[in-house]
């Protein structure tokens, strides 16, 4: 398949996307935090409509996150249970991808990203949730560890009905362009301006 | 008490603040849907920390919300039933409040937020809560229902650690500068734009 729009994705991709109930690709990114946090609200939303939640958090110390992973994996313990809501996947690349058996990639973080796009990719084709955030996920974009037109290229051609929730700084202009919705956190004021350090509960 | 700042609190409400470990006033605003969703995303990290979670809804409809209602009220329910995280009480003035027996104010919205505002004064001065949300709550301060003096001087008199998130559009600006940290939701690209409907699991 050549780079680029395949023939038969329009190129604001729309059709496509409404003849499938538009599933979404959403971007969270800006300067400030509430990115990953407004991500992990909406999975909420994709937890209570029953869909199964895949994250994959693409940073390599996840230690800011343990509140929405605990949450969210008791959300996924309720399912479980009581079969309220979806089931929830967490899967973390700072204690190496769950689906890997040796731990011993921990130098190379490039290879760690492209790993779990890879898995991300192969999630999609095999439509394993219908909710997904790719955490901070604009970095190894960035850095070029994963290839912006193969990511472009597998949001566009996902099968199904596949919401992608992707967070971080800096997003590629290229991604901005291929997503539905792009929402930019902005600092209005902040407490660490003041010299106020990160405080439990609030900032993990 | 005279209107304004007590003297016994310093301008920029800082040395209070830290010396009570900096329970902070966050306002999520702009123009994004993003703003509750952030709050309910932090508050996944306030039930991991066990804090005692009290979410006032000042809508009227709060049809689009039942997603985070539903995932919130499933983690108190967890906390109830093995201890893990803390508890959630969650008010709605959109069905008249929790607390009031008469449902008979349905025509008011001034007074049924007015008396949602006083039963968060109550709850701060009792402490009854470590994580509120006052989700939408700016609009009834614009609109004059609850005046933003007395909401500011609330905050800023409120006893032990309270952290509490407000969101909305149109923050009004003496309560941006009462607040540690603001965050405002911007639109990059929103999907309506082009004619698309709010749809289930995204929208809520």
Known sequence: MPQGQPTSVPDDGLTTRQRRNRALVVVHTGEMKGKSTAAFGLALRAWHQGWPIGVFQFVKSAKWKVGEESALRALGRVHEQTGEG?????????????????????????ADALEGWEQVKRDLAAQTYSFYVLDEFTYPVK????????????????????????????ADPRLVEAADLVVEMTKVKHPMDAGQKGQRGIEW
């Open 86 to 110: 979806g089931p929830v996947a967490w899967h973390k690349m700072g204690e190496g991808w769950s689906w890997i058996q040796r731990p011993g990639s921990e130098a190379d973080h490039a």
């Open 143 to 170: 850095w070029g560890w994963v290839d912006v037109d193969d990511v472009v290229r597998t949001l566009q051609e996902r099968p199904g009905t596949q919401h992608v929730v992707i967070t971080g700084r800096d």
